[in-house]
């Protein structure tokens, strides 16, 4: 059965799930592209037109699948559009991964669409379902544990990508606008960019998170700042970074560095 993901760690949850009964392909899978810049190839279209499943994110993460979609229309093919899930809408945090509750509900949707396609693996699939849904509970454990910590420590972000993390550790999250502003392709205003600068140089945050996938000069700029005033940083990616053992390993580690960043603070 052919699976087609607009992003490494959809593909990744369904190789786990579907195990040797499915052939995933993942169209955004390098942590050094910018998925905001990503165009599709004739080869992506070709490979949404075979599949009988396929996942996307949604709620205008990934507007370049629907289209493909269109392109190439079925009758009979399953699409599963993450974001809704979780009932995240237009104009929320679209970087929905970033939230286990989210792939949780994608992993036991993803299994009755498999069931669906393959009643005879259905026992295979809902055995692989219980082991991804086993193995997210050590990392909402660790969560639990940074949130004992670090709930109400001030951090910020170049981009809201770790939003959702950082709401579930319970930390702070200042400079809003300023996130979307990057996140949207669209210069900080002058006094976004102040308030950032000033948040650095009198640590009135304790963290900075990056998207060590996009290049924006501000953004850059906020990094050599907090390297300057000595603010830790950590670097997130918007896809499963390559040599990463899977999904659940990527999340462990990125709560690791928060973890290392910021071993004796407290808000």
Known sequence: MSIVAAENFYGDVAQQIGGPNVKVTSILNNPDQDPHLFEASPSVARDISAARIVVYSGIDYDPWMEKLLEAARSHDRRTIVVAPLAARKPGDNPHVWYDTQTMLAYAAVLTDALVAEDPAG?????????????????????????RDRLAGTPATATEPIFGYMLDAIGMHSRNQSFQLSVMNNTEPSASDIAAFENDLKTHKVRLLIYNSQATDPTADRMRGIAKTANVPLVAATETEPAGMKNYQAWMSSELDAVDKALPNASP
Do not use: E, T, V, Y
Request: glycine letters at 4%; charged letters at 15%; zero cysteines.
């Open 122 to 146: 259905a026992a295979g699939f809902r055995a692989r379902l219980q082991q991804f849904q086993d193995s997210i509970q050590p990392i909402q454990a660790k969560i639990a544990l940074l």
